[in-house]
C-alpha cells in the first residue's frame, strides 16, 4: 500500500475523471478482498472449461458470483437508503446457484466477471459515510457496509482452494483465514 502523499500524487496525476474509494472505507480489508478476487480469477482462468460443466468447481463458481451480487444490493442500499435484501431468501439464494452451476463454462465464467466488477464499483463508490451504514444479511446478523470487504475475503480465498485448481492454504493471508472454516 502507498502512503499518503504518494497516493495524493497519483490522484492528482490521473485527474479529475479518476475515481477512488473514500479516505473512510476500510482499505486493508478492501485490499485482501480485491486480492482473493485476482487470486480465485488466476485459478479459475487456468482451468479449461470441461472443468466446469455439472460439478463441484461450477458450483463453487456460481456461489462466488452470487455471493458478490447480494453484497452488491447490500453496497446500493448502503449508497441509496433504499430497502434491499441480500438475497430474498435462502431458497432463492441456493435456485441461484443451482442455475449458475448449470450454466456453460463461458457464461459461468461472465457471471464471476462482471460480478466481482459490480461489486468493486460500488465499492469503490460508496460515500465515506455509508460505510456505517447498518445492513441485514440473509440471516438477519446486522453488520456496517464496511464489513462487508472483509466478508468477501473470507469467503473467496476459501472459496479459492475449494475450487481444487492449484490455491494453497499457504496463500491465503493470515487475516483471510477464518477461524472456523480454514
Same mark, same amino acid.
Given at each position: 500500500? &502507498? $502512503?499518503?502523499?504518494?497516493? /495524493? /500524487?497519483?490522484?492528482?496525476?490521473?485527474?479529475?475523471?479518476?475515481?477512488?474509494?473514500?479516505? +473512510?472505507?476500510?482499505?486493508?480489508?478492501?485490499? *485482501?478482498?480485491?486480492?482473493?478476487?485476482?487470486?480465485?480469477?488466476?485459478?479459475?482462468?487456468?482451468?479449461?472449461?470441461?472443468? !466446469?460443466?455439472?460439478?463441484?468447481?461450477? %458450483?463453487?463458481?456460481?456461489?462466488?458470483?452470487?455471493?458478490?451480487?447480494?453484497?452488491?444490493?447490500?453496497? =446500493?442500499?448502503?449508497?441509496?437508503?433504499? #430497502?434491499?435484501?441480500?438475497?430474498? &431468501?435462502?431458497? @432463492?439464494?441456493? @435456485? +441461484? %446457484?443451482?442455475?449458475? @452451476?448449470?450454466?456453460?463454462?463461458?457464461?459461468?465464467?461472465?457471471?464471476?466477471?462482471?460480478?466481482?466488477?459490480? *461489486?468493486?464499483? +460500488?465499492?469503490?463508490?460508496?460515500?465515506?459515510?455509508?460505510?456505517?451504514?447498518? !445492513?441485514?444479511? *440473509?440471516?438477519? $446478523?446486522?453488520? $456496517?457496509?464496511?464489513?462487508?470487504?472483509?466478508?468477501?475475503?473470507?469467503?473467496?480465498?476459501?472459496?479459492?482452494? #475449494? !475450487?481444487?485448481?492449484?490455491?494453497?492454504? @499457504?496463500? %491465503?493471508?493470515?487475516?483471510?483465514?477464518?477461524?472456523? =472454516?480454514?
Amino acid at each position: 500500500m &502507498s $502512503t499518503a502523499p504518494e497516493r /495524493a /500524487a497519483l490522484i492528482a496525476r490521473q485527474g479529475l475523471g479518476a475515481r477512488y474509494d473514500a479516505p +473512510e472505507a476500510p482499505l486493508q480489508d478492501l485490499l *485482501l478482498a480485491r486480492r482473493g478476487t485476482a487470486y480465485f480469477a488466476r485459478l479459475l482462468n487456468e482451468l479449461p472449461d470441461d472443468a !466446469l460443466v455439472d460439478n463441484r468447481r461450477a %458450483v463453487v463458481v456460481a456461489r462466488v458470483g452470487y455471493h458478490a451480487r447480494g453484497l452488491t444490493r447490500l453496497m =446500493t442500499r448502503a449508497r441509496t437508503g433504499v #430497502e434491499q435484501r441480500e438475497h430474498e &431468501s435462502a431458497a @432463492a439464494r441456493d @435456485a +441461484e %446457484v443451482t442455475f449458475g @452451476a448449470s450454466l456453460p463454462a463461458r457464461a459461468l465464467r461472465g457471471l464471476f466477471d462482471h460480478a466481482a466488477i459490480h *461489486l468493486d464499483v +460500488e465499492w469503490r463508490d460508496l460515500p465515506g459515510p455509508a460505510w456505517d451504514v447498518p !445492513l441485514c444479511l *440473509l440471516d438477519d $446478523t446486522e453488520i $456496517t457496509a464496511r464489513d462487508t470487504p472483509m466478508i468477501r475475503a473470507r469467503l473467496i480465498w476459501r472459496a479459492a482452494l #475449494e !475450487l481444487d485448481a492449484g490455491g494453497r492454504l @499457504a496463500d %491465503v493471508p493470515p487475516d483471510a483465514r477464518a477461524p472456523s =472454516t480454514l
